[in-house]
């Protein structure tokens, strides 16, 4: 079973950076739509950006400005640089790939765990 594979993810000061990369663990079609989801202890899940095919990408608020998604469409690969990082940015970050059509899939990743000290 095909699935996402996170890493990068750790422990940091407030105000580091960390950078996230998320691969499928085999081959697979390209993606329509990559993106990164986080969920904090006690909170729900939530989307922290999105990246389309063409490169478009869409942020959650609290994060613009300090985070940016980008993908390698020759590796299937989505990455989430993540600076001025907050105590509040702590969570499991999850990777997530999107494709619609003929064939069609929803793939997530087991997540890596983004701790910020303050």
């Known amino acids: 079973q095909v699935q996402m594979v996170e890493s990068g993810g750790g422990l940091v000061q407030a105000g580091g950076s960390l950078r996230l990369s998320c691969a499928a663990s085999r081959s697979i079609f390209t993606p329509d739509n990559m993106a990164w989801h986080r969920q904090a202890p006690g909170k729900q899940r939530e989307l922290v950006a999105s990246i389309i095919g063409g490169g478009t990408t869409t942020y959650v608020d609290s994060v613009k400005g300090r985070f940016t998604i980008s993908r390698d469409n020759a590796k299937n690969t989505v990455y989430l640089q993540m600076n001025s990082l907050k105590p509040e940015d702590t969570a499991v970050y999850y990777c997530?790939?999107?494709?619609?059509?003929?064939?069609?899939?929803?793939?997530w990743g087991q997540g890596t765990q983004v701790t910020v000290s303050s």
């Open positions: 997530n790939a999107k494709k619609f059509g003929l064939v069609r899939y929803d793939l």
